[in-house]
C-alpha cells in the first residue's frame, strides 16, 4: 500500500502568453462567462451555482471535456500509418483532383491530407471520445499577484482524486506575459494516474483564453 505522501502530487508548467497579465487575469476574474466561447472544445460550460461572477468565494459547475489532445495525436499517427500502408489502393474521388485544379506530384501526401480532413470533420463534431465531465469548484483571487485557485469541491475527478486543485499564477514578461500553471492532488489510491491528461486541458484552456484576452484588447 502507498504511503500518503506517496499519493500527494504537485504538476507544474509554464506557458507563455500574448495577452498582458492584467488582460488575462481580468479573464479569469471577472469574464468568467466568457471562458467556454474562447475554449468550446474543452469547456463546454460553466455555470454558477453560489455568488457572483467575480465574487471571491463564489461556486461554479465546469463542464468539460478530457483528452482531445491525447486522441487527436494518437489518431493522426495512425492517418500517417494509413497512409503509408495504403496510398497506391485508395480511391480519391475525381472531383477533388479538379476541385484543387492542380496536378499532385506525391500521391501519398495527398492522401494523407484527404484522409486528415475526414478525420478533422469528425474529431470537430466528436473530439475523438474526449471524456465528459463535471467539477464543481470554489474560487480564490489574489488581486495582488493575480492569483487564481479553483478549490475542487465535487464532481468526476473524485473517482480518482481525493484532493484536486488547479492554481494559476499570471505574472508580466515583456509585451505579453506568463501563466504559471499548477495542479495539486491527492489519489485515491496507488492505481489512480497522475493528472496529466488534466494539466493538458489546463494548458490547452489557457492558450485559448490567451488567444481570445489578445484578440478582445486589439
Known amino acids: 500500500m502507498a504511503s500518503s505522501e506517496a499519493l500527494h502530487g504537485r504538476l507544474q508548467t509554464d506557458i507563455d502568453l500574448k495577452s498582458s497579465a492584467e488582460e488575462y487575469y481580468k479573464m479569469w476574474r471577472k469574464e468568467a462567462h466568457k471562458i467556454p466561447t474562447a475554449t468550446g472544445q474543452n469547456i ?4 454558477l451555482h453560489e455568488g457572483d461572477w467575480h465574487d471571491h468565494g463564489a461556486i461554479k459547475i465546469w463542464n468539460y471535456t478530457v483528452g482531445c489532445k491525447e486522441k487527436m495525436q494518437e489518431s493522426e499517427g495512425l492517418i500517417w500509418v494509413a497512409a503509408e500502408m ?3 489502393n485508395i480511391n ?8 484543387i485544379n492542380l496536378e499532385i506530384m506525391n500521391n501519398h501526401i495527398y492522401i494523407y491530407i484527404y484522409i486528415y480532413i475526414q478525420f478533422l470533420t469528425n474529431y470537430a463534431s466528436e473530439c475523438v471520445d474526449g471524456k465528459s465531465g463535471v467539477f464543481k469548484e470554489k474560487v480564490e483571487f489574489d488581486d495582488a499577484s493575480m492569483t487564481i485557485t ?8 473524485y473517482n480518482e482524486y481525493k484532493v484536486y486543485r488547479p492554481i494559476c499564477k499570471v505574472v508580466p514578461k515583456n509585451r505579453g506575459s506568463v501563466a504559471k500553471l499548477v495542479i495539486e492532488y491527492e489519489r485515491v489510491n496507488e492505481d489512480a494516474p497522475i493528472p496529466n491528461k488534466f494539466m493538458d486541458l489546463f494548458v490547452s484552456m489557457t492558450k485559448d483564453i490567451d488567444a481570445h484576452a489578445y484578440a478582445a484588447s486589439t
Open 44 to 47: 463546454q460550460a460553466i455555470t
Open 86 to 88: 495504403y496510398h497506391d
Open 92 to 99: 480519391i474521388p475525381q472531383h477533388i483532383y479538379e476541385d
Open 150 to 157: 479553483l478549490h475542487g469541491i465535487e464532481g468526476d475527478v
